[in-house]
């Protein structure tokens, strides 16, 4: 069974950097694409990026555009998520999980592959 694991989160100041990690254990990632998803509480759990199986081809939601990075690593069976410039509003629950394929694109909708990990916790204050 395939799992994914995050990590790297942590406490940042506005406008510092962090960077995620997604780890696939039970299963090779490579062929599934990756979506990273974020949960502040109250809020509903909303995708914030996504990359295909091969790394080619990438989406992101509006309000990190510019400032995330998605990218995958499939030799080592992990994708990460570069996080420059935090805001307050980017603090959240972060999670990963695989995501649908619409004509090649990935898109940040997760297919049916479980529950939910532990998600990764990036907090952003001053």
């Known amino acids: 069974q395939l799992q994914l694991v995050e990590s790297g989160g942590g406490l940042v100041q506005p406008g510092g950097s962090l960077r995620l990690s997604c780890a696939a254990s039970?299963?090779?990632?490579?062929?599934?694409?990756i979506g990273w998803f974020r949960q502040a509480p109250g809020k509903e759990r909303d995708g914030v990026s996504c990359?295909?199986?091969?790394?080619?081809?990438?989406n992101y939601t509006d309000s990190v555009k510019g400032r995330f990075t998605i990218s995958r690593d499939n030799a080592k069976n992990a994708v990460y998520l570069q996080m420059n410039s935090l805001k307050p509003e980017d603090a959240a629950v972060y999670y990963c999980g695989v995501v649908r394929v619409v004509y090649n694109q990935c898109v940040m909708i997760r297919a049916d592959f479980g529950s939910w990990g532990q998600g990764t916790q990036v907090t952003v204050s001053s």
């Open positions: 039970g299963f090779t990632s490579v062929y599934y694409a």
């Open positions: 990359i295909s199986s091969s790394g080619g081809s990438t």
